[in-house]
């Protein structure tokens, strides 16, 4: 597509429930990023894909945040046993390798948890 | 750890007026700086960016020059519209590292 895709767009949960959330990236980037957004913390960086591999990890808060990335192309982050704290909007971004360092984003999945 | 700092917000402005919002950093070497907006109800977009020191950054009549001897990264619009009400985030990177993002500014401009 033209851009970043992500689904669903909006996600309401209950406390303890797992979730999955999708991101396709813009076609033939290599680079994948996953973002979030919370009122009280700001923009905050999760994890990066470069292919299916993820070099950094470092901002996935907990053991129950985990992400993978098939063929090269989409990417899934799970929630398991999601917390009140977890609601926040999660932004997902690709870039091409070869044309730098520009992060294109989709426009992000709003989670609610109950 | 590399940082951003920007001015709190709201910054409420005039149609017409100049805008100022400021931005420092705090990195080692020569990270890449950006500027993205975030219009109401939409995702974020890449206003502008710079890759190296005395860069200058352009985009809708926005302007920030890449300052390495101050560590700073400030947005200015000559003449501010209503349409450019958002919030506004600058952020640093290296190559395809992760985007290390200032807390954001909100503008508001008025009629």
């Known amino acids: 597509g033209a851009g970043v895709s992500q689904s669903p767009s909006n996600k309401v949960t209950e406390k303890g429930k797992d979730v999955e959330l999708r991101c396709d990236p813009i076609s033939g980037h290599t680079a994948l990023y996953w973002y979030r957004q919370s009122l009280g913390q700001g923009l905050e960086f999760l994890i990066y894909?470069?292919?299916?591999?993820?070099?950094?990890k470092s901002g996935l808060p907990s053991d129950r945040f985990s992400a993978e990335r098939t063929g090269g192309s989409v990417s899934t982050l799970t929630i398991q046993r999601t917390q009140q704290e977890d609601s926040a909007v999660y932004l997902c971004?690709?870039?091409?390798?070869?044309?730098?360092?520009?992060?294109?984003f989709g426009p992000g999945t709003r989670l609610l948890v109950l | 750890g590399d940082s951003v700092t920007q001015m709190e917000g709201p910054v409420t402005l005039s149609e017409e007026a100049f805008l100022t919002i400021n931005c420092t950093y705090t990195a080692t070497g020569y990270p890449s700086l950006f500027w993205y907006v975030q219009y109401p109800g939409e995702g974020l977009q890449l206003l502008l960016k710079a890759t190296k020191a005395d860069d200058k950054g352009s985009n809708k009549g926005f302007e920030a020059t890449y300052r390495k001897e101050t560590t700073s990264f400030h947005l200015e619009k000559g003449s501010v519209q209503v349409s450019d009400s958002a919030v506004y985030f600058c952020a640093l990177s290296r190559n395809t590292d992760k985007l290390i993002f200032g807390t954001g500014t909100r503008l508001q401009v008025f009629p």
């Open positions: 894909f470069q292919g299916n591999s993820a070099p950094d």
């Open positions: 971004a690709s870039s091409s390798w070869s044309g730098g360092e520009t992060q294109y």
